[in-house]
């Protein structure tokens, strides 16, 4: 059955660095992938849609790559602040089924003043 | 702003007691989801409507059901709530059904179950 995995860790990133975020997946070849944010005790805010066609995309601090072999998709912030601290999401097409995505479980992420 | 809204934020019930959370949205979309999120995890789909076309999750227990009365507003009745319903419940719209579609989330209703 097809899956996502997102490192359940928290990850912890001095602020100013760049954070690495990892969304792996299986049995699927997705035609696109999208990251979302959700801060405690609120919904998920979409953030990027990167299309399998896509290598790369970029918006203000974020870039999102996918790499269709590796069947994953790693989610970059540069210059991170402490306002970036978050759970963030990655989602996937369900297989043969145009009406739904499903979630990963999502990586919660700290940057350290 | 257009938004999706939900109410109440918070919501207690008692062990059976039936539930109605509410959405609604300005962003006239067609298509409207209810989603069930427990601590650290996933979003799980409950059911979605596109325009008044119901379409319910396989694994959806029978105890939650939904209403569309217009394209604004959609309800989520849980008929006799559990200790294992108490979650956090996340309307969302989109446009269409297109596969690449955005999902705007409201900001979420906590159940919480005594």
């Known amino acids: 059955s097809q899956k996502i995995e997102q490192n359940s860790e928290a990850l912890n990133i001095q602020e100013g660095k760049t954070a690495t975020l990892t969304c792996n997946y299986t049995?699927?070849?997705?035609?696109?992938l999208q990251w979302y944010r959700q801060d405690p005790g609120r919904g998920p805010v979409f953030l990027l849609l990167?299309?399998?066609?896509?290598k790369e995309k970029r918006k203000e601090r974020l870039k999102v790559t996918f790499d269709t072999t590796l069947k994953q998709s790693l989610f970059h912030i540069t210059a991170s602040q402490p306002a970036d601290s978050a759970t963030y999401l990655c989602?996937?097409?369900?297989?043969?089924?145009?009406?739904?995505?499903?979630f990963g479980k999502g990586t919660r992420l700290h940057i350290l003043p | 702003d257009a938004m999706v809204i939900q109410n109440p934020r918070y919501q207690v019930t008692q062990f059976g007691k039936p539930v109605t959370l509410s959405c609604s949205q300005t962003?006239?979309?067609?298509?409207m989801y209810w989603y069930q999120q427990k601590s650290s995890q996933a979003p799980k789909l409950l059911f979605h409507?596109?325009?008044?076309?119901?379409?319910n999750e396989a694994d959806t227990p029978d105890n939650f059901q939904s209403r569309r009365p217009n394209t604004s507003f959609c309800f989520l009745d849980i008929r006799s709530p559990g200790l294992g319903d108490a979650a956090m419940y996340l309307c969302?719209?989109?446009?269409?059904?297109?596969?690449?579609?955005?999902?705007?989330f409201g900001p979420g209703t906590r159940l919480t179950v005594l």
């Open positions: 969302a719209t989109s446009r269409d059904l297109a596969r690449s579609d955005t999902q705007y």
């Open positions: 049995n699927y070849s997705p035609a696109y």
């Open positions: 990167i299309r399998e066609n896509e």
């Open positions: 989602a996937l097409p369900l297989m043969n089924r145009d009406d739904k995505i499903i």
């Open positions: 962003l006239n979309h067609n298509v």
């Open positions: 409507y596109y325009d008044k076309d119901f379409n």
